[in-house]
Nanobody, 120 residues
């Protein structure tokens, strides 16, 4: 069983920055192949992919965050990060981290989420 714990959310003014962290149990970053991702869900909306990174190092981003957000991992710390810059009110949502393996549909784990609010 994989446990994912997000942290780093909070209230920030438009144009500000936050860094989210996702601490994973076990040596999850030694597993290959695996895809780690950040998702978000705004009030009244469906959960959407924000950014993802594979064990091979490939990344992809939602168009709405390209150039502003950066996903990264630190295998020594078993932690994934999401650096969020130039935040906008529309970035307000609960952010979740996810770990999944396409070769095993049962390997699909989620954290509890962390709230990000962008407001003046």
């Amino acid at each position: 069983q994989v446990q994912l714990v997000e942290s780093g959310g909070g209230l920030v003014q438009p144009g500000g920055s936050l860094r989210l962290s996702c601490a994973a149990s076990g040596s999850i970053f030694r597993i290959k192949p695996i895809t780690m991702g950040w998702y978000r869900q705004a009030s009244g909306k469906q959960r959407e992919l924000v950014a993802a990174i594979t064990s091979g190092g490939s990344t992809n981003y939602a168009d709405s965050v390209k150039g502003r957000f950066t996903i990264s991992t630190d295998s020594a710390k078993n932690t994934m990060y999401l650096q969020m810059n130039s935040l906008k009110p529309e970035d307000t949502a609960v952010y979740y981290c996810n770990a999944r393996r396409d070769i095993n549909k049962n390997y699909d784990f989620w954290g509890q989420g962390t709230q990000v609010t962008v407001s003046s």
